[in-house]
């Protein structure tokens, strides 16, 4: 039999998805896969229920529906500070994964070079594989997970064709200052190079921290891919909405990407998520307060309990430091987590290019009462995981 592509040797399977798996196995609470277990806004719900009995069950326009990206360029031409053109900037997409996929290749071509923040959300290292282009890693240095202007640059002298950006990042919920911004975007004006943002978790960000679109920085616009969904902001993960605003020249390649990935994200669920969009300002202050919320219960009953942990500025992740158990296999204690204390969780070490082996991401988007059972459990943490002694 012919052999199959090398190109996937290099990564695994989604570590993340696969210990969702694993918590419905052993009935844990699933803190794993960073999806809410509360419902979308109701006036969302209610247009879905109105658009089955309409006539929405066809192709919509390939790179969006009329209506949905004109509502997209009107809510993001106000946050990002200028006027989206909702025909030659938008292209919508099957959910943010294929945004990032699509904005890969079309700013990439194999060989080139793409430079990559750790630790990184794992699907960034495989687009790159995928797109036959070469990741360069550079750290992010916890615990205030900032970069080292020196190591930033020395990429950037390793001519690579761009740069992707998390932010608010996923797993370590820094929230980019701007003169951080400031220097990621001179770095990229001197050695002329693509700016992939992945800006999902941009309504999630906790005071005082902002988010700043990188593309509204001066200079940024012509050179910025920015990528991002409708999923965390209105709890509609499954929906798979997803988008890529960037300038005509860039747009024109990614819809003909993006027509060859998928043909189209799905008709019925742009026309009701269109009411989303639609919402005001109150709305993204709800939300942000919601969320705030939700940090704080979780991260003071962490705090309770004495287990060490960061604190995210944005998203909705936190790593826990599992060091005093003293595994030399991360994923072997989300394993035995799930199964002996019944809490789902995600090995650290599925985000770091560097040898991280001490930490675990969970995530805190679920009800009170789900955040509450999964620190029931994790009370009984020691009891049912006792430190292993190190071996000599």
Known sequence: MPELSKRTEAFTDSVIRRMTRVSLQYGAVNLSQGFPDFDPPQEILD????????????????????NFREALAEKQSRLMGRKIDPNGEIVVTCGSTEAMMAAMMTAVNPGDKVIVFSPFYENY????????????????????????????EA???????????????????????????????????????FVITDEVYEHIVYPPNRHIYFASLPGMWERTISCSSLSKTYSITGWRL??????PRIIETAKKVHDFLT?????PLQEAAVTGLRFGDSYYTQLQEKYTAKRGLFLSGLDALGIVHTVPQGAYYVLLDISEFGFASDLEFCETLAREVGVGAVPGSSFFREPVNHLIRLHFAKR?????????????????????????
């Not at 400031?182 to 990229?188: N, T």
């Not at 043909?263 to 008709?267: K, N």
């Open 47 to 66: 247009r879905l229920a109105e658009v089955t009995r309409e006539d929405y069950h066809q192709y919509s326009i390939t790179w969006g529906a009329q």
């Open 125 to 152: 290292g495989a687009d790159a594989i995928l797109s036959g282009a070469e990741p360069i890693y550079v750290p992010l240095r916890p615990p205030a997970f900032g970069f080292d202007s020196d190591e930033l």
């Open 155 to 193: 990429a950037f002298r390793q001519h690579p064709k761009a740069l992707i950006l998390c932010n608010p990042s996923n797993p370590c919920g820094k929230v980019f200052t701007l003169e951080e911004l400031e220097q990621i975007a001179a770095l990229a004006e001197k050695y002329d190079v």
């Open 242 to 247: 997803g988008y890529i605003i960037a300038p």
């Open 263 to 267: 043909v189209g994200a799905a008709a």
């Open 368 to 392: 009170d009462e789900t955040l509450n059972e999964a620190l029931t459990r994790l009370a009984g943490l020691r009891k049912k995981i006792p430190a292993r002694r190190p071996s000599v």
